[in-house]
């Protein structure tokens, strides 16, 4: 039985084996969101402390800088393009914040000056990836890296000990919220099929048109899912 059930596997027709291989790497990929959603969630409820923040918030930062560079020269979609622009943007003025922050406060640490190992690996990967797989990739890529920077600012505001840096993440949390809930209803088309509807045409920056004020776009065409504009510093919030 075992050996028959090979050879129907053998001859069963190539886009038959190629739909099971898609199934299993989609429901593979679910997996670990899923998974990864779980350890975010841990992650905002578990104090860190201010040593591991600072080195986290930096390493996120610096990874976004760079991330954000190769999208807005390597991007197929302009709202690929746009989305990473904001990055730099974004991540620039809350990176030179903290730093200023960090030295002001005499906290006893200072943030890395390269990038630790898990966010160079991210970066290697964008730099190979070419074409549409570059934006399915950086979409991705986006996607986690939010949901941690989100529960990693949300954590410490609650339960820093460092009065002045949990100042800090509090006014960082309305920022990459906003990032984190734009890809969240964005982002899934792209990671799919490497653009999402109507991108490729049209204007797409400037969704969420009052920067902070929360306001999302729901529409399908390429004037509503826009990418939101960058904010300023995170001392406008």
């Not at 979409?139 to 920077?149: G, V």
Request: proline share 3%.
């Amino acid at each position: 039985m075992t050996a028959a059930l090979l050879v129907a596997a053998c001859d069963a027709p190539d886009g038959a084996r190629s739909d099971t291989a898609a199934g299993d790497a989609a429901g593979t990929q679910q997996d670990e969101m899923a998974t990864g959603a779980a350890d975010d969630a841990a992650m905002a409820t578990t104090p860190v402390s201010t040593g591991t923040y600072v080195a986290q918030a930096a390493n996120s930062d610096m990874y976004e800088i760079q991330a954000g560079e190769l999208a807005t020269k390597n991007g197929q979609s302009q709202q690929v393009k746009d989305f990473g622009r904001m990055m730099v943007t974004d991540h620039t003025k809350s990176s030179q914040e903290m730093k200023a922050m960090v030295t002001r406060a005499n906290l006893g640490t200072q943030p890395p000056a390269r990038l630790d190992a898990e966010h160079q690996a991210m970066i290697d990967r964008l730099k190979a990836a070419r074409g549409e797989a570059f934006d399915r990739e950086y979409m991705t890529q986006q996607m986690a890296a939010h949901r941690k920077a989100l529960a990693l600012h949300q954590g410490y505001a609650q339960s820093g000990d460092n009065a002045e840096l949990k100042g800090f993440a509090a006014k960082v949390v309305p920022v990459v919220q906003k990032h984190h809930d734009w890809l969240e209803q964005n982002g899934q088309g792209m990671t799919g099929t490497g653009t999402a509807a109507g991108a490729a045409t049209g204007n797409p920056s400037g969704a969420m048109q009052d920067g902070m004020s929360g306001t999302t776009s729901t529409g399908g065409s390429a004037s509503t899912n826009r990418a939101p504009r960058a904010t300023g510093s995170t001392t406008d919030q």
